[in-house]
């Protein structure tokens, strides 16, 4: 039967070239041939009832509509055609014109039930039929697909030369179909792994979700792929089942694609295998929350390899709604909200939607929200998800892609993550990893998560197909399916190359604690920084050049001057948006900064220009100067921003003291009580008993340039974490506990490095000396010369 299937999809193929050619791209020709096919399979299934439906709709009203049912039951299949038309009647019958073979054509398709014509819109196949007419090719493909060679029926025929051509059963004919599409894709290399993963990375997916509860398998199995492109993760899975002996009839496939050729091959192939296609939607999944409006919401497995790397920036949009005009969008869609608990213990309901440049992260969300729960499925809902690297580590502490990580650790529904041979995709050879999720997992596997690298597990093919030159063979299939199902860890060997971990949970998770430093600045009035007062901190050079330019003026307005500044703007390469350049050329802000220099003057003259290494004394002198001897007012912001210009950091100052705390403060009161931190530990949390003897403590401000974060394993005690690796480094140091987030990431690299021993200096040395000789002392030459 294998010899007859791919005599079968050498003929169709050789269709492509001969009929196709200079009428269409190679890479569209899979999108002519595959729905011929499909078409020539379905009307071979309808021929042996087509006189029974003629019969049917002679007896009907021609004003009635035709009842789906009653053509069903009399084709004995999902599908039908009403049309007078067969694709043998159209070869016959065809006339010399080609407009005509054309509407007859179109005429014939159009008598499909909707299910067929919903795939053959999606093809966009009428206007390929009308560019076939159009190029004297219509004809040619009708003849050839029905070719007596090509026994696409399912009963036994005999070529032109009587010898004998077997039958096409569901299953041969999903072969066939699925061979085709194979050679299309690799044909197509740049497009083939954005909608083909490789049969064999699908078979290990099938055999990892389902193997471990094929004894104790539910008596409806609802299998679905958000992400289904041309449908192999689900044909895969269904033929899994059937050969396992479970009943095809307690089988339901679902899907979502947004591709409508991927769609319609996806759903094309389902018909052809005598699968209900019912469920397979065409839209988008991340926009749409299609399947929980559905009365199948929810799904017991799930195998898919959703797109990653890929932006969904345009569809962010939908996803967010403005409460009011202007105002921050909110997101409206509860898939993508998870709740978590912060630091401090507070559950938070947090939009944990990643970065826009990549939406990997939303297709698991989407799978974990339909999972089936455990009241509807005792044995638990699996699923198997392939994704690159940064599905494990991107995004830091806080980030929509850690939050998705913490949720899914937290809620103990990581099974297992497999590290796949690299190169074993058409359109990438970056390394990707395959995440088996489960809400039901064993006593032993509750709380942990194992690791497994089959990065080495794999064959080299002979050539390669784009990216892909290895796979999978059923040998490395099972090592990698005995190690997962043996929950052990296990090192790699020689005949059997697949490595496991075994971690708890914990071991992802993280703080990220900020260590923070007090500011330390020595200060002195000087005549320069009281000049660079004048110019607007957010561009000192373009703002030096307005005043430079324009003198006076700027005090007034430069309203008038706006065209030849934006021409100088222009010419110098620099960028500003309007509301940018009307800040810097407002003359209440220049009048505001001219004030301050006035100001400063004045405090410079009472308080003198000595130099303090205490910024707290600096500014307790300003404050003293301004009350007792200026005689104009002004502000604490005004006091604050003239000392700080006048001042820079300097480690070997006094650190600035931002405010004085009584040992009831709120501030204190409240850390002691949410984090439970003693009285005696106040200062590793940045409150310092004050050094006059009072019982006074006192904060410090932060120096933000010095200012450091700490991954701290929630393992761990962050107390004695710091006082072990910060506090003996950096003596003024303090935690600030309370903007700690928590964070998750899985770092293969980390777990499964094993670093190569440096050579030794013989070794180098050896080499060295080979080389001289080689090329005749001439290294030695060298060196002896340059002594």
């Given at each position: 039967m294998e010899n007859n299937n791919s005599q079968i999809v050498s003929l169709i193929w050789n269709i492509a070239d001969d009929v196709l050619r200079d009428v269409f791209l190679r890479g569209q020709y899979r999108d002519v041939i595959l729905p011929m096919v499909v078409l020539r399979r379905l009307d071979a299934l309808l021929e042996p009832t087509k006189e029974e439906v003629e019969k049917e709709l002679k007896e009907m009203d021609p004003e009635d509509e035709i009842d789906e049912d009653v053509m069903c039951n009399i084709t004995q299949l999902s599908y039908y055609n009403t049309s007078k038309w067969t694709l043998n009647r159209l070869k016959d019958q065809a006339p010399d014109n080609n407009d005509i073979l054309y509407k007859n054509f179109v005429e014939y398709l159009s008598g499909y039930s909707d299910n067929v014509k919903d795939v053959l819109d999606n093809f966009d196949y009428y206007n390929k039929a009308r560019k076939l007419a159009d190029n004297d090719r219509l004809l040619a493909i009708i003849e050839r697909i029905t070719d007596p060679r090509i026994n696409l029926t399912n009963k036994p025929q005999d070529d032109p030369d009587g010898l004998p051509l077997p039958p096409l059963d569901n299953v041969d004919m999903g072969t066939v179909f699925e061979e085709l599409l194979r050679r299309f894709n690799e044909e197509n290399n740049e497009e083939a792994g954005e909608h083909f993963t490789p049969r064999d990375a699908i078979s290990l997916l099938a055999h990892l979700v389902f193997e471990p509860v094929k004894d104790d398998l539910p008596k409806t199995i609802t299998l679905y792929d958000p992400a289904c492109g041309s449908g192999g993760m689900l044909t895969e899975g269904y033929e899994y089942l059937v050969n396992l002996g479970v009943k095809d009839s307690t089988i339901f496939l679902s899907g979502t694609e947004i591709n409508p050729e991927t769609y319609a091959i996806c759903k094309s192939d389902l018909i052809i295998k005598g699968v209900n296609p019912d469920g397979i939607h065409k839209g988008n999944t991340i926009t749409e929350n299609y399947f929980a409006k559905q009365k199948m919401n929810s799904f017991g497995f799930m195998l898919t390899n959703p797109p990653y790397g890929k932006s969904w920036k345009t569809d962010k949009e939908s996803i967010y709604s403005e409460v009011d005009e202007g105002k921050?969008?909110?997101?409206?869609?509860a898939r993508f909200e998870l709740e978590l608990a912060n630091f401090a213990g507070e559950v938070e309901a947090l939009d944990s939607t990643p970065r826009t440049s990549d939406g990997q992260l939303l297709f698991v969300l989407e799978e974990i929200d339909k999972m089936k729960p455990l009241d509807m499925q005792p044995q638990g809902s699996r699923i198997a998800s392939i994704h690159n690297g940064s599905s494990l580590f991107t995004g830091d502490a806080g980030s929509g892609e850690s939050n998705i990580r913490r949720y899914l650790i937290e809620n103990d529904l990581v099974d297992c993550i497999v590290q796949l041979p690299n190169n074993i995709f058409y359109n990438t050879g970056i390394t990707t990893y395959v995440w088996i999720f489960t809400n039901k997992k064993p006593a032993e596997r509750r709380g942990k998560v194992q690791l497994i690298n089959a990065s080495e597990c794999y064959e080299k093919l002979r050539k390669n197909q784009g990216s892909r030159n290895c796979t999978i063979t059923p040998l490395h299939r099972q090592q990698i399916l005995e190690?997962?199902?043996?929950?052990?860890?296990?090192?790699?060997?020689?005949?059997?190359?697949?490595?496991?971990?075994?971690?708890?949970?914990?071991?992802?998770?993280?703080y990220n604690v900020t260590i923070e430093r007090p500011l330390r600045l020595r200060s002195k009035f000087s005549q320069l920084k009281i000049d660079e007062l004048l110019y607007d901190k957010s561009d000192v050079e373009f703002s030096k050049w307005l005043y430079q330019t324009y003198g006076e003026r700027v005090f007034t307005g430069l309203d008038n001057e706006v065209t030849a500044i934006k021409s100088y703007l222009q010419e110098q390469d620099i960028k500003k948006t309007d509301k940018q350049l009307n800040n810097l050329i407002s003359a209440k802000k220049w009048q505001e900064r001219k004030h301050l220099v006035d100001l400063a003057h004045e405090l410079m003259k009472i308080v003198g220009t000595d130099e303090y290494m205490d910024y707290n004394k600096f500014f307790g002198c300003i404050k003293t100067a301004a009350s007792e001897f200026m005689e104009k007012n002004i502000s604490a912001a005004e006091m604050k921003t003239i000392a700080r210009a006048m001042s820079e950091t300097d480690p070997k100052a006094a650190p600035v003291i931002k405010k004085t705390h009584k040992p009831n403060s709120k501030e204190i009161a409240s850390l002691m009580a949410v984090y439970g931190i003693p009285e005696e530990?106040?200062?590793?949390?940045g409150y310092w008993k004050a050094l006059d003897g009072s019982k006074l403590y006192v904060e410090y401000e932060t120096d933000s340039d010095l200012r450091d974060t700490e991954k701290i394993p929630v393992k761990e005690d962050i107390y004695e974490y710091f006082l072990r690796e910060v506090r003996p480094y950096v003596e003024d140091a303090w935690i600030n506990l309370p903007p700690t987030k928590i964070g998750c990431e899985i770092s293969f690299t980390k777990y499964f490095y094993k670093p190569v021993p440096l050579r030794t200096l013989e070794e180098n040395e050896a080499d060295i000396l080979a080389l001289d000789q080689e090329n005749d002392g001439f290294i030695r030459q060298l060196l002896s010369k340059e002594g």
């Open positions: 921050k969008k909110v997101l409206n869609d190690t997962y199902m043996a929950f052990e860890e296990k090192e790699a060997a020689e005949d059997n190359k697949v490595e496991s971990k075994i971690f708890d949970n914990d071991d992802f998770r993280f530990r106040l200062n590793e949390y």
